[in-house]
Every structure is written in C-alpha cells, then in structure tokens.
C-alpha cells in the first residue's frame, strides 16, 4: 500500500524521482491525457462530472489514484505528496524549490523560469489549452489572486455536516455542504493563490495541481474518519443531481469501462491502495486471507478493538469465526466501508466463541472484535474461511482495483481468474518489491499456458501483454526464488 506523505518531509531522492516520474509520463504523452480529462469535465458544464457537485471529492479521488498508478507504471516507489498550504504558504517553502516544483512566475507572462518545469528545459510545453489559449509556457502569479486557506478555515469546513445538500451544486449551502464548502472555501482559493495555469480549466498542466488536490482528498478522508456516522450524499434517482454525482452513479469519463468507478466505489481510499502518512496506527485493519490458518490476536488492555480486513472476491458463503477461551463480540461491516455495521455476534461459535456465516457480495470487509467485558483482556485466533465448498479463484476486474496478494510460503502459487468480454491487447502484471513470475493460462481452463514472464515489468515486476479473446483466464503468481516469500499486487488493464 503506497503511502502519501508531506511533501515537506519527502527526502531529496523521493523528491528527484516524483520529478523524475512526472516528466516520463509528459514525454510519453499520458500526462497530457490526463490534463485533457480535466478539461473535458470542465467543458461539459453544466453537466461537469467533477466540479460544483457531489461527486467533486469523488472524481478528483478516482482521478488521482490513476494518474498515480501511472506513475507507479514508471517508478513502483512514487506516491503522490500533498501540500499543506496551512503551513507551507510562502514561495519561500521548498515546495517551490529548483530540484521539486520551481518557483513563482516573473515579468509580464508570468513565466515560471526555474526548476524541472520551466518551458526552458524543453521538457514541459502545455499542449492542451483551454479554448484561446496560445501560451505554451507554465506559469504563475503567486498571491495575486488571494490568499491561502488557513488552519482555522480548513477546521470549520471540516465540522459541517452531511455530505451535501439540495440543490446539490455550486449553491448548496456552505453550512449544510462539506463538499462545497471544501470546495469553494478551501480548495479554489489554492488554484487562486497559485494563479498563472492553475487558474485554468487545464489546471493539471501545472503538477502542483496533484500536490493541491492530494491535499484536498486528504481533508475528505479526515472528514469521513472524524464523522463516521455520515455517509455520502445524494443515493442515485435523487432528482436535480446531474449525471456522475449521486452515489451508484458511473463517472465520466469512465463510465463505458467494464466496471466503471462511482462515488461508492472510492468511498474508502484503502480500497484504492494508498494511506496518508498522518492517519492514525490504530486501528488499522490488520488483513485476513481467505481459507488461511487462523490468525492469533489478542485483547490486551481494557476496551481494546481489534480491525481485520478481508477480500472477497467472488460472491458466495463465508465464515467468520474466532477461537480460544475468551469471550469476544464480533461485528462485520462493509463491503468497502468500515461503519457499515452488517451484523453482531457474541456466542454462536464453540464455547463463548463469535461465529458469523453469511452470503458475501465481492468487496472487501471488516470485523471488529471487542471483549464482551469492557474491563476484561485475553487472547484469541480468528479467521474466514469460504463455507459454500467451492473455492473458485479470487477475480481481477479489468481495469479496476489493484489486488493485493502475499506469497507467504515458500513455493506458493496464488491463482487470479477474469474474465475478458471483448478481444483485445490486456497487459497482466505484479508491481511491488517482490520478484514475481507470472504465468498466463486459458482461456476457460487453468491449464493451457499462453505466456510465463520473469521481469519485463517495473523492477523485478512481471509483465505480460497479450492479445486476448474473449473468455475466462487465469494468472498464477509465483515467487522467482523457490525460498522466496513476499507481498505483490497484480491488475489486469486493457
Ligand atoms: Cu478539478
Ligand atoms: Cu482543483
């Protein structure tokens, strides 16, 4: 799991390759892609998918986790930093240094003539402009615009409650919106106080714009923890929403993917892969995998909580169960959302064990265990296991979430099957530190090998692009040293 961090904490080396990896991406043409789909959404209005609506946050969070997975596609260690701009608010900060984001703009054009992205480098020219636009240089007019938002700002956007509000756009009210007044109050005063090419609708042409929006998608995952009794808003066939912002709705320009992302879809960032360096240790959900031996925990002072998380994949029964002599209460929440309670158990396992069986949509899912005592301690062992007796492959979503998978033997062969509807080039890879190999087989049956690849991947990452038609197809992840062991990812794309 990637971890954003203060990009005032990054050391010289994590600053020098997110610079690094920002510029391959422009010279292999995807970063413009990018800038194009923000220019897009803004073109659309007043059917933006992203800005003036619910689903801001949303769309902003989804784009973001691509264009970092982009990234990690060029260098597997990058994650987005973002900007504290209530402590880092000067062009003194080393924000703007010469080996990260450059300085201020100079002379009459504004021109940004230091560091990385200056035009001087011949390694960053915008190509796509809002309409009219002939400049082809960054640039920027620090302060000119207005101020940054402050702490105090920052911590009353956070205390309004819901989500938002009817009329659901740029007018829902600043004291009854938390998207729009994060929005309006917080986050626009940071393209202004940039000013130059963050005041446009092709903002992202300046990368600051990711460091900004890190920040912004921060303060939304901050809201959700410090406010866990509120969900977002508005459900889907709320009338005067536009298209992409209720809850189930797909977002453009994503919505003719196999399985596009909606506002549910992001709702809990640890899904997508990433943490922020800030949040709290405890409790994190410490992760089960399916049909493992159970894993020993223990309550170990008075009111303690333990989180698990865990995968599901495939729909069917599962079990979750504790075990041991202390008596523990067990409550499962999800899919995808870790205060969605589904149900509490206290005693239906052996002895005073929980025991919790129930039909499981793919998704992934939460237990939180608690004494039943609020003043008693003990240790006990958990696990989940799939009770319906078919074990079928866990399934990778074309195009969708990473899958985060373990080799935790030696000479472990973990088995990934998705299904391909139409005929095409599908690129099948691992990212991570672990040297993986990857075996594709198929279609429909797990034992007609098409490729086996070691290392054409990032590092010591595999990588297979394969043309596919359609049907069900299976990759074996294995490790390359048979004493190896080790966490990876794997995606499937097309
Ligand atoms: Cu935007
Ligand atoms: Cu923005």
Known sequence: MGTRKNQSSLTPAERAAFVAAVKALKASGAYDVFVTQHRTAFLAGPNDPAHGGPAFLSWHREYLRRFERALEGIDPTVSIPYWDWTVDRTAAASLWGPDFMGGNGTGADQR????????????????VRDPGDLTTFLTRAFGSMGALPTQQTVNAAKAVVPYDTAPWNANSSNNGSFRNRLE???????????????MAMSSPNDPVFWLHHCNIDRLWAEWQREHPEQSYLPPSGTPGVVAGHALDDPMPPWNNESTPPTPRS??????????????????????????????????????????????????????????????????????????????????????????????????TYYARVRHYSGSSTGDYRILVTRADGSSAPPTLQINGPVVQGSIGTVNERDLYGFRVTAPGTYTIETAGNTDCVLRLFGPETPTNLVAEDDDSGPGANSRIVANLEPGTYFAEVQHYSPTGTGSYSISVRS
Do not use: K
Request: cysteine-free.
């Open 112 to 127: 940004v003539t230091t560091g990385p992205f200056a035009f001087s480098t011949g390694e960053w020219s915008l190509t």
């Open 184 to 198: 309006g109050v917080v986050h626009n005063p940071g393209h202004m106080w940039v000013g130059g090419s963050m």
């Open 266 to 363: 992001v709702l809990d960032h640890h899904t997508l892969g990433y943490t922020y360096d800030n949040e709290p240790v405890s409790p994190q959900a410490l992760p089960l995998t399916i049909d493992a031996p159970p894993v020993t925990a223990s309550i170990g002072g008075a009111g303690e909580v333990d989180v698990f998380s865990f995968e599901v994949s495939s729909s069917g029964r599962y079990m979750i169960a504790t075990e041991g002599t202390t008596d523990v209460v067990m409550g499962l929440y999800g899919p995808n959302d870790r205060t969605t309670l589904l149900v509490e158990d206290d005693d239906s396992g052996a002895g005073s064990n929980a025991q919790i069986a129930r039909e499981l949509a793919p998704g």
